[in-house]
């Protein structure tokens, strides 16, 4: 049926409306289009071309060399010397295994070590290098290079590795290195990102720890281009690192070379200061071990032999260790009593030998007694009783002021791991840990540096240090950073009445200078070298009855580890001290016999500037002495050149 004119005129008036509609809605939406393709093109074009360069352009970080570290006349004791190792990039290796065995017919390589540089290929991805093995000597890294063409996807490469010429004498302050561990990262706030660079060294002990932020440096960086999977083509270019800062430290290499190898095969340590400066010249623990073993990777066996030795060689015994200082401390008891206004020079103690306190009798360590002493001569003979009496006028909150004074109980600000505050007892203190209170008998073993009483050779030292000057010396461990000299501090008088530690220096004199001296054996014949000191022994172990009846008198006849610790302190030359020297021997029985004789050869060594000069010593002794000597400078020699530990971990 055809359609009237007049609905064909509608129909069409509609379509053209919805055309209009639909093409108005077209060009609106390609306006859009365009406005926004312009937006794009010009207003943010810079942003998309930074975008497409970051994924296309990577930054690596650049480790920087690490600072050196050196001895107080510029001898290096840690630097940085060539690794050469051995790299797999396993895409063009081919079969890890196949490929690993080819080298191991070139270089050492055991099954174990294959195994583990297989696990370690398969980890990652397939065009990324994989470190085999380092630490190669340059003959082996020489025969993966000349066989290089048959062996694609082998690279030796070069970085730089920690050593320490002087192997063990300065492992205990100096420290050393090893790989960032998980440990390491979880102690830290915010992490450097250097720290995630694999096979990147930090600190783990001593001064390499302790001041790792100054001898790490700030990381260099290079841009590389990286197709899409992440595979680099092409260094863009490359801006290095600053090299970390180097220090300068107060030890001296030829005194703790001599300390070190005096102290022998004991476990024993020994610290030597300036008096005048606090610079600490040598910290010597024995027995040491050889710091680059474990910046190479130490052995499973190497290291169970370090921990279950019984003599402790990983630990720092000279700021770690923490003893009773028996007699030694007599010097403190003796200055609070003065100071106190509880003793006078000219008084006498009657020693019988013993005391009666409280209805418990408290023995001198010569039962026969010594007799009438006063100040000088109880020092010089180490009179138990006489220092008995002080303690009981004294009392112990004096004693415990005396000893803060002198250095003892406090933990010094030195860049050293697990430095010890030792135990200057009071009241106080064993109330809040022992849950008891503080009785006469506490008094009596404190006075004589026994019972609660701990103090580290380094406190000994400082101890020494300040009655032989009079001020409060702190010790000091570095000269300088970065050639700028660390500033001497101003050590403040101490106050002591010049009268009374005059009386207490003269003791010191005759311990070592008088017949009756405890350490009269070991005195210095040359006047202008002579020695001031005391002696200490400190029990460990009481000789039980049982051992006494089965015939067990003297500390020779007990195991090593039961015997009491010799203690020796000592400032010289008396006249116009330079230096203080104390020394710990463990379980050494007496401190005349074990400890004095090496502080003794230490601190004729520190005053002549090299080997203890013969003459020195009392003529029937120099036989020995010289003797003795003559072993040591062979002991010591020079530093050991790094070719000559250089070796695969």
């Known amino acids: 049926m055809k359609r009237p004119p007049k609905d064909n005129e509608e129909s069409a008036r509609k379509i053209s409306r919805r055309a209009a509609l639909l093409g108005g809605a077209q060009l609106v939406f390609a306006g859009a289009l365009v406005l926004r393709m312009r937006s794009l093109q010009l207003g943010q074009a810079e942003e998309f071309r930074l975008l497409a360069d970051e994924n296309r352009i990577n930054i690596r970080l650049l480790p920087p060399a690490r600072g050196t570290i050196l001895d107080r006349s510029g001898l290096v004791l840690a630097s940085n010397v060539q690794n050469y190792r051995i790299v797999l990039v396993r895409e063009d290796a081919g079969a890890p295994r196949a490929a690993l065995e080819r080298l191991a017919e070139l270089i050492p390589l055991t099954e174990e070590e294959i195994e583990r540089a297989e696990r370690e290929i398969m980890r990652h991805r397939p065009f990324v290098p994989v470190t085999i093995v380092d630490q190669l000597n340059w003959e082996e890294v020489a025969r993966v290079a000349a066989n290089a063409p048959a062996m694609p996807g082998i690279t ?10 002087f192997g063990a004498e300065f492992a205990h302050s100096v420290g050393y290195v090893g790989p960032v561990s998980e440990r390491d990262l979880e ?73 070190l190898a005096r102290l022998g095969d004991q476990s024993a340590a020994a610290v030597v200061m300036e008096v005048q400066t606090g610079n600490v010249l040598a910290m010597a623990s024995a027995p040491s071990f050889d710091p680059n073993l474990f910046v190479r990777g130490i052995s499973v066996a190497d290291y169970a032999g370090l921990r279950d030795n019984e003599y402790r060689p990983m630990s720092n015994k000279a700021v770690q260790g923490a003893y009773p200082p028996g007699s030694t401390f007599k010097i403190v008891t003796a ?21 009666e306190i409280s209805g418990r009798r408290f023995h001198c360590w010569n039962r026969g007694g010594h007799g009438r002493v006063n100040v000088t001569s109880a020092l010089a003979e180490s009179c138990d009783v006489y220092f008995y009496e002080m303690a009981q006028r004294t009392g112990i909150d004096r004693i415990n002021a005396m000893a803060e004074r002198m250095g003892l109980g406090l933990r010094y600000d030195l860049p050293l791991s697990g430095i010890s505050s030792g135990l200057n007892p009071s009241r106080e203190w064993k109330r809040d840990r022992r849950g008891a209170e503080w009785v006469v008998g506490d008094t009596i073993n404190a006075s004589i540096g026994q019972g609660f009483v701990l103090s580290t050779p380094l406190q000994l030292a400082v101890m020494t240090a300040r009655i032989a000057t009079n001020r409060a010396i702190l010790p000091r461990l570095v000269h300088s950073i970065n050639d700028i000299e660390q500033p001497l501090p101003e050590y403040p008088p101490l106050g002591l009445n010049p009268a009374h530690l005059a009386m207490v220096q003269r003791g010191m004199f005759e311990v070592s200078n008088s017949q009756r001296g405890t350490a009269y054996a070991s005195r210095i014949v040359d006047e202008a070298m002579r020695m001031s000191g005391k002696t200490g022994s400190s029990q460990v172990f009481s000789i039980t009855a049982a051992e006494r009846a089965s015939g067990i008198r003297r500390q020779d006849q007990l195991p090593w580890n039961r015997r009491d610790h010799a203690l020796f302190v000592c400032y010289a030359p008396e006249s116009a001290p330079r230096y203080a020297v104390s020394i710990v021997v463990e379980h050494g029985g007496g401190g005349s016999s074990a400890a004095a004789p090496i502080a003794r050869d230490i601190i004729l060594a520190a005053q002549n500037g090299g080997l203890p000069p013969v003459e020195a010593y009392p003529a029937p002794q120099r036989n020995r002495i010289e003797s003795m000597i003559r072993t040591i400078s062979d002991q010591i020699g020079p530093a050991v050149a790094a070719s000559s530990l250089r070796g695969r971990a």
């Open 156 to 165: 030796p490469e070069v970085g730089w590795t920690r050593f320490y010429p």
């Open 335 to 355: 200055m609070a009593a003065f100071e106190g206004g509880f003793a006078t020079q000219d008084e006498r103690v009657f020693c019988p030998g013993h005391i």
């Open 187 to 259: 102690a830290l706030e915010s992490p450097d990102p250097l720290l995630m660079i694999p096979r990147f060294q930090i600190g783990k002990i001593g001064i390499e720890r302790e001041m790792e932020d100054d001898l790490r440096g700030s990381a260099g960086h290079r841009r590389i281009e990286v197709n899409a999977v992440g595979r680099e083509m092409r260094e863009l270019d490359r801006q290095e690192g600053d090299a970390g800062a180097n220090l300068q430290l107060t030890l001296d290499r030829s005194l703790q070379a001599f300390a």
